[in-house]
Every structure is written in C-alpha cells, then in structure tokens.
C-alpha cells in the first residue's frame, strides 16, 4: 500500500512496523477506499486535519504489547471536533480491547480476528458514521441524503405517503 493523497475516500492507516492482518489488505482490495500509509504519529494528526479523511486505521499493536502512542493519537484525534466524527479503528493485541475503547475508537478488532468478522464490524463502522454524521448539526434532525433515500424508499414501495 502506497502513500496517496488524502481525499475523502482515503482510509489513513498509522502502522506499527508489524505485517498487517490479512483482513484489512482485503478489506482495501474489495473496497473503493485508498490507503494512505502516514509514516508517524504527528503526519497522522496533520494529514486528518488537512482532509477529512473516511477513516482512521491505528495499528496499536507494539512491539513489546499494546503501543500507548498510538492509542494516544487516537485520544486526540476524538478530542478534537474536527476529527471527532472521522471513524476510528484500532487494531490491538489480544490484552488491548478495552483500553483503545476508552481511547475512543469507534471499532477494536485483533489482528487474529476473523477476516470475515472483519469485514462486517469494518462495513458496519463506516455505516454508524454516516448515520451519525448525516444529521442537521442545529435540529438533530435527519440530513438530506437521509431524507431523499428514505422519500426513494417509500416511492419505490408504491404505497401512498405524503410528505
């Protein structure tokens, strides 16, 4: 995976020199998204103020266990209010769920985990974050994309609505 420009269909992926799991090569493989490998923490930070990027992958697997370093990106990237609604994953070792979870990712997976499982929690992240984030920011109310697919719903179905 090479570096790219960062647009709103890149997932930015922070490494921790480790292989990747096998689950999320395939996840980049059969998704339109494009990764962008940062090679630090404070790139990391800078590239997703720059853009909102679609997602956030942390490898928070280090060396000698869990790396308080990139669990600490993740802690600044959801304290901020620009980067707050950008998806974030962590991958951990076995002993690191709850503690990227208090960091604040939005999904923990293992590198041992299913890629199957995988590929469902990962689809299911992005979907929490469109929903959350297709809302009116003042009323709370549903945006338009949710507002048209819900009108195309109710056309498509032949029943009578009004709206």
Known sequence: MADRTVSDQTVLLLTSGQDLPSWIESWFRGSRLTPAVMPAHDAMLAA???????????????????????????????????????????????????????????????????????????????????????VHPSTRLAGTREIEAELARRLASGDRFAA
């Open 48 to 134: 997703a103020l720059r853009v909102r990027p679609r997602a956030i992958v942390i490898d928070a697997r280090g060396v000698s266990g869990l790396n308080e370093h990139a669990l600490e990106v993740c802690r600044r990237l959801k304290s901020d209010s620009f980067t707050a609604i950008v998806p974030v994953v962590c991958i951990v070792p076995a002993t690191g769920l709850v503690d990227a979870y208090v960091s604040g990712a939005d999904e923990v997976l293992r590198a041992d985990t299913d890629g199957d499982e995988a590929a469902v929690r990962l689809a299911a992240a992005l979907r929490r974050s469109d929903r959350d984030v297709d």
